[in-house]
Each structure stands twice: as C-alpha cells, then as structure tokens.
C-alpha cells in the first residue's frame, strides 16, 4: 500500500511505502530483527535500524523521523 505525507504519522508494514511532499519514497525490508530503510529511490538502503532505534532525516525544508520495532513495522512522522 502507498501511502502520502499527509496520512503521517503512519506505521509502514513490510511491501508499504509513503511518498513525501518532495516525491521521495520511504520504505523498509526486514533483515532478520533489523529494518534496511530505503529513502528515495535508491536500491542499496539508507540506513538500517534495529528495534527501538530510529533515524531523522530532512526533506526540503521539512525534518522527519522514522523508528523501527520489534514487529514488522517501522513508524514514520514529521518533526
């Protein structure tokens, strides 16, 4: 499912993705407990968090964050 920056604060499961404001696309795969996070279009991932982590990043002139979990979930909002 895709989902835009307006449905933030949101909580991705694996196979969703959201497109920001600026047209790039977060989304995750699982790797084992930890999460390879992948923002914009890129096939190697960003950053890969492990549970109860999380990693804040700017986008235009907006700063978000997303957090992993222990489920297969990683939540993504706008700071």
């Given at each position: 499912?895709?989902?835009?920056?307006?449905?933030?604060?949101?909580?991705?499961?694996?196979?969703?993705?959201?497109?920001?404001?600026?047209?790039?696309?977060?989304?995750?795969?699982?790797?084992g407990?930890?999460?390879?996070?992948?923002?914009?279009?890129?096939?190697?991932?960003?950053?890969?968090?492990?549970?109860?982590?999380?990693?804040?990043?700017?986008s235009?002139?907006?700063?978000?964050?997303?957090?992993?979990?222990?489920?297969?979930?990683?939540s993504?909002?706008?700071?």
């Amino acid at each position: 499912m895709e989902f835009k920056e307006n449905d933030l604060p949101i909580e991705l499961h694996h196979e969703d993705s959201v497109r920001l404001g600026g047209g790039e696309t977060i989304r995750f795969e699982a790797n084992g407990e930890a999460k390879d996070v992948f923002i914009g279009d890129a096939f190697t991932p960003t950053i890969q968090l492990f549970p109860d982590t999380d990693y804040t990043f700017n986008s235009g002139d907006k700063q978000y964050q997303v957090r992993a979990h222990f489920e297969d979930k990683l939540s993504v909002k706008r700071l």
